[in-house]
């Protein structure tokens, strides 16, 4: 589902903090403070990079974030590192990066609950998607197969 971000009254919710908002709701999710600052800036559909380190999204936070990349269309780096992300993040989020426009970076380092299995998803991602020019994937247990092929 794409998301319109467009300019908005300065009283009014941009468009992409109450489709977070929706989306935290209809998964039960508690909104993530550092999103929820950041979604609510109005230039929010121009900004390139993410940083969420260290915040523990989770699998259902990351979820979350899925449905609402289509609204950073401008997005070119994303750091997940140290999220409590598994194997069901990593399928989640390749879905959402295979149909986002810009996305090249992606950090994933220190989730030690993505696997062989997330490896596995991640370099079938990185091997039919040549505008992913940074994956990481440091202090994962992801085999070393796949770490030295992504």
């Given at each position: 589902?794409?998301?319109?971000?467009?300019?908005?009254?300065q009283?009014?919710?941009?468009?992409?903090l109450?489709?977070?908002?929706?989306?935290?709701?209809?998964?039960?999710?508690k909104?993530?403070?550092t999103?929820?600052?950041?979604f609510?800036?109005?230039?929010?559909?121009?900004?390139?990079h993410?940083?969420?380190?260290?915040?523990?999204l989770?699998?259902?936070g990351?979820?979350?974030l899925c449905?609402v990349l289509p609204?950073?269309?401008?997005?070119?780096q994303?750091?997940?590192?140290?999220?409590?992300l598994?194997?069901d993040?990593?399928?989640s989020?390749?879905a959402a990066?295979?149909?986002?426009?810009?996305?090249?970076?992606l950090?994933?380092?220190?989730?030690?609950?993505?696997?062989?299995?997330?490896?596995?998803v991640?370099?079938?991602f990185?091997?039919?998607?040549?505008?992913?020019?940074?994956l990481?994937?440091?202090?994962?247990?992801?085999?070393d197969?796949?770490r030295?092929?992504?």
């Amino acid at each position: 589902m794409q998301c319109q971000v467009q300019a908005t009254p300065q009283h009014a919710d941009p468009p992409i903090l109450l489709r977070y908002h929706a989306e935290c709701k209809h998964l039960g999710y508690k909104a993530n403070s550092t999103l929820v600052a950041l979604f609510s800036d109005p230039a929010v559909g121009c900004v390139e990079h993410i940083n969420l380190a260290d915040n523990y999204l989770g699998d259902v936070g990351c979820a979350v974030l899925c449905a609402v990349l289509p609204c950073l269309p401008c997005l070119r780096q994303l750091n997940l590192s140290g999220n409590g992300l598994s194997n069901d993040a990593v399928t989640s989020l390749v879905a959402a990066c295979n149909a986002h426009p810009q996305i090249s970076h992606l950090d994933l380092s220190t989730n030690i609950l993505i696997t062989r299995s997330g490896g596995q998803v991640l370099f079938d991602f990185i091997s039919r998607n040549p505008r992913v020019l940074d994956l990481r994937t440091d202090e994962t247990l992801i085999t070393d197969y796949y770490r030295t092929r992504i």
